[in-house]
């Protein structure tokens, strides 16, 4: 039986004072090989949404002042015990090489702005995979012993392929859309991702400059992945009437910062399904469905 690390909170950790651990911290971009990672878990009770921040994250992603929780606002809150665990001693990958590359929220009713959450957040064991290390951080959200939201954030530490076969470099099926699709675009601007860091916290430095994002190979600083989530569910949730919904993303090509982007949504018969694109509608940048449940 693996071993359990548990980290409790009174209020929301610093992710200001993580940083250090986040960018300087000496760890492996890997889990060692035959090294079993425990199950690290985090809680948190009565956990609720500042009022500031939320008007802020709404101005941000584009969700209209309803009331209720925007359907990926419960990452943000949840979002400092995330990276406590990323950076704590028990994970001993380093943080700032892994790729964000699917995201799963489930809400199983709107949440009152001003309703607090009782928060717990587990981190099982990693997966081997064809292209790297897969880690899945698994946060459930309760009211009064129920749950209301839940997230799966999948992450990867990448690693070359050794595959020789006829596979490498084969043309990927494209998407296929239908006719009847609804197109709607907007522009990622310039500073997008050091707005999106003021209210989320997340100042990873890809985000924030070109000149932070090229230490990292980046051309340009990109947008994060989360606010391209949350700016596409703003448009796509009012459209579909349900109380209980799931949203389920893969992150596909960065938003290299400005640029107008294109999303293309259709109906289907649980819901919708989206493609996030380039302006020319080219380039995919994220691909997912919005299903009731």
Not at 146 to 160: D, G, H, Q, Y
Not at 172 to 195: C, F, L, Y
Not at 211 to 216: E, G, H, M, R, Y
Request: overall charge positive.
């Amino acid at each position: 039986m693996a071993e359990t690390v548990s980290m409790n909170f009174a209020s929301p950790p610093s992710v200001l004072c993580a940083l250090p651990k986040m960018f300087f911290a000496r760890r492996p971009t890997h889990v060692p090989k035959g090294q079993t990672l425990p199950l690290i878990e985090a809680r948190i009770e009565g956990l609720s949404a500042r009022p500031d921040n939320l008007e802020s994250y709404r101005r941000v992603c584009g969700f209209a002042a309803d009331g209720k929780l925007p359907i990926t606002y419960p990452h943000i809150m949840t979002m400092p015990l995330h990276v406590a665990m990323l950076t704590s001693d028990a994970f001993p990958v380093r943080l700032l090489g892994l790729v964000h590359v699917r995201n799963e929220i489930t809400s199983h009713r709107p949440i009152a702005a001003e309703e607090a959450l009782d928060v717990h957040c587990a981190l099982p064991a990693h997966r081997e995979t064809d292209r790297g290390q897969e880690f899945d951080l698994i946060t459930t959200a309760s009211i009064a012993g129920s749950a209301v939201w839940s997230e799966v954030s999948t992450f990867l530490a990448r690693r070359k392929s050794n595959r020789t076969d006829g596979a490498r470099g084969a043309a990927k099926p494209k998407d296929e859309v239908p006719e009847a699709v609804h197109t709607t675009s907007w522009r990622a601007d310039g500073d997008i991702g050091r707005r999106y860091a003021a209210v989320s916290g997340d100042y990873n430095l890809i985000h924030i400059a070109d000149v932070t994002a090229k230490l990292f190979g980046f051309n340009r600083a990109i947008a994060h992945g989360l606010w391209s989530l949350a700016r596409s569910a703003a448009e796509l949730r009012p459209r579909l009437a349900a109380d209980g919904v799931r949203l389920t993303a893969g992150f596909k090509l960065p938003i290299l910062l400005p640029a107008w982007v294109t999303l293309q949504s259709w109906e289907t018969g649980a819901g919708l399904a989206f493609n996030l694109k380039d302006a020319q509608g080219e380039k995919p940048h994220m691909s997912g469905v919005l299903d009731r449940l």
